[in-house]
């Protein structure tokens, strides 16, 4: 294999053209059996493995800094930069995280796992670089679907009269997540349709010397414009048009679904059979969403580019039509597009994935929530997991629950969270986020009536004495898991809660607890600080009643398997009741 013979970017020097092209004929073969076996991002990777080996052949990494937007293509930097271990060695699949990480390379600069940011990063590169006076080349690789992220915009503008070396490489390949949405495209595909040579041009409008490479999977062309451009000393852009999922038929054919893929999604021949639909969350959802959009014109479904996490499959959103609109990667537009259309009568209904509310706080607190629109948004995936460290779940409570005016909502099974849906779009008062309980759908068989207009009103499941047990959303199993405990180890029949409001706290049931309760234990799928545990713990402070609240750490984790978190975080039945007794025996001296 030539691959054998690479271990760092300066290898690739030695190699001829055809042993470049080998070269990656092979980087594909690894990528494709790695990411089917571990799961992972597949088409983005696949499509950039020839001008990832352009870049590295001309350039001179570390030296020269390559900065990464969202790094769902640096699998074959990271072969090519003394990694390839972990793509070779079954063993060693999972010893590299996923995204550029500086921990395991020097020629990784930063932790990135979330788009449009390459271009703000690697304008801070290059300045610092020019304040010191030193000659190097500063190259920032974003894909187009990366171009609707309002920070990747701010960087280009600001990239654009930085007035020295700065080479933006557009991974062009037609496509984000799903299709590309937005009006930067049509000129994309001009663009792509004249060669490059419109005199319409997006990126020679705002000052950038452009050059295009029609076929970005060809090395040999790669390579040779970027050598034309090397050691530029004013910003340069190079549209390369690519194939997302090259290589790989089953790929090029499904690009959506193929943008990251779960472990065995292929077989031993690379087909590909998609999995047998189930009822999910995800189905009740688009279930729900469909028969009332029939019903009513003005509900409107509102999502940032991740139709897949959803469910909103290409038939959902056809059926959908116009009461449907994709923002491309621009979730801040997403919340004040969404908040206006509420104040105008519409019933919008924003899907976002958890890791990525933290990029709308400004316009959850201004545009929406001091505006007091009456927004549905779905939040999903959120809770503690063993992700990356730029794709946790377990912020979400904190960050929204404490902005004034937004109601946020834990269901706990099937029919509280149709029965919140319903409740939410057909209310005019609040902005409501409702968190999509992440994991099999639970389902009760009993149809719920509850009026959730009658804010912060929790619901007492089994009424107990000595301890009570508030149980948040993901965590109402694990509740019940330890009432259960409680019972058969210590004798105590506690009292079981369903709190159903993150955003807020229920005083009177609060209050009342303290005639028959010692203790109130609170457990959140989320971290600690600023999340619902500490406002109850905050409320009983000067009382006699004591609290415990479990629930994750203020910190990064990085791919820390779940059963390694329940343990820190004292979240397993029996951590939890031990620390009950212990508790309670404190209390009593």
Not at 348 to 376: C, E, G, H, W
Request: net charge negative; proline share 4%.
């Amino acid at each position: 294999m030539i691959l054998d013979k690479v271990n760092t970017p300066d290898d690739l020097k030695q190699l001829s053209s055809d042993e470049l092209n080998t070269l990656a004929d092979e980087m594909r073969d690894v990528i494709i059996k790695k990411v089917n076996t571990t799961g992972g991002h597949f088409g983005p990777n696949l499509g950039i493995i020839e001008a990832t080996i352009a870049m590295h052949y001309v350039f001179n990494s570390p030296v020269d800094k390559i900065v990464f937007d969202v790094s769902h293509q640096c699998y074959p930097h990271k072969i090519l930069t003394g990694r390839k271990e972990g793509f070779l060695n079954p063993e060693k699949y999972l010893t590299y995280t996923g995204y550029t990480a500086p921990e395991e390379s020097p020629h990784d600069l930063f932790k990135v796992g979330h788009t449009s940011t390459s271009l703000s990063l690697a304008c801070g590169v290059a300045k610092a670089r020019d304040l010191r006076d030193e000659k190097y080349n500063v190259i920032a690789l974003i894909g187009d679907g990366s171009l609707t992220g309002g920070e990747a915009l701010e960087g280009l503008n600001n990239a654009a009269v930085l007035g020295s070396n700065l080479i933006i490489i557009v991974n062009d390949n037609n496509m984000s997540i799903a299709e590309n949405q937005g009006g930067i495209y049509a000129n994309l595909s001009l663009l792509r349709d004249t060669n490059g040579k419109a005199e319409n041009n997006f990126f020679t409008t705002m000052g950038f010397e452009y050059h295009y490479i029609n076929d970005g999977n060809n090395i040999e062309k790669v390579i040779e414009t970027l050598e034309k451009v090397k050691d530029t000393d004013h910003p340069v852009v190079v549209h390369l048009r690519t194939v997302k999922g090259h290589g790989c038929a089953v790929a090029e054919a499904n690009k959506e679904a193929f943008h990251w893929i779960l472990p065995g999604t292929l077989d031993d021949k690379c087909n590909y059979s998609p999995a047998n639909e189930i009822e999910d969350y995800n189905s009740i959802t688009t279930k729900f969403i469909l028969d009332k959009a029939a019903k009513d014109k003005n509900v409107i479904v509102i999502n940032p580019a991740t139709p897949g996490v959803h469910g909103f499959t290409p038939e959902f959103r056809a059926k959908l039509g116009k009461q449907y609109v994709d923002t491309g990667i621009a979730e801040e537009h997403a919340v004040a597009f969404s908040s206006a259309l509420a104040s105008q009568g519409a019933k919008p209904i924003l899907a976002i994935m958890t890791s990525f509310v933290q990029r709308t706080y400004d316009q959850l607190s201004q545009d929406l929530a001091l505006n007091n629109s009456p927004l549905t948004m779905l939040v999903y995936w959120g809770g503690l997991s063993g992700a990356d460290a730029t794709h946790l779940g377990s912020f979400d409570m904190s960050l929204i629950s404490n902005i004034p005016n937004i109601v946020y909502l834990a269901p706990t099974n099937k029919e509280e969270y149709l029965a919140m849906l319903e409740w939410s779009l057909e209310q005019t008062e609040h902005p409501v986020a409702i968190r999509v309980p992440f994991g099999p759908l639970e389902v009760s068989g009993i149809s719920d009536t509850t009026d959730y207009s009658n804010i912060n009103k929790y619901k007492v499941l089994e009424k107990g004495e000595k301890v009570a047990i508030l149980g948040l959303g993901n965590f109402a199993g694990k509740a019940k898991e330890v009432k259960e405990a409680l019972k058969s180890r210590l004798g105590i029949n506690a009292t079981l809660i369903n709190p159903v409001y993150i955003s807020g706290i229920d005083k009177e049931l609060l209050e009342n607890l303290k005639t028959d309760h010692e203790l109130v234990i609170t457990l959140e799928d989320g971290i600690l600080s600023g999340g619902f545990g500490e406002k109850v713990a905050s409320f009983y402070g000067p009382s006699g009643i004591k609290v415990i609240n479990f629930g994750g750490e203020k910190e990064f984790t990085d791919r820390v398997p779940l059963e390694v978190l329940y343990e820190r975080y004292h979240l397993t039945t029996d951590l939890i009741v031990r620390d009950v007794e212990t508790a309670l025996q404190t209390s009593v001296k």
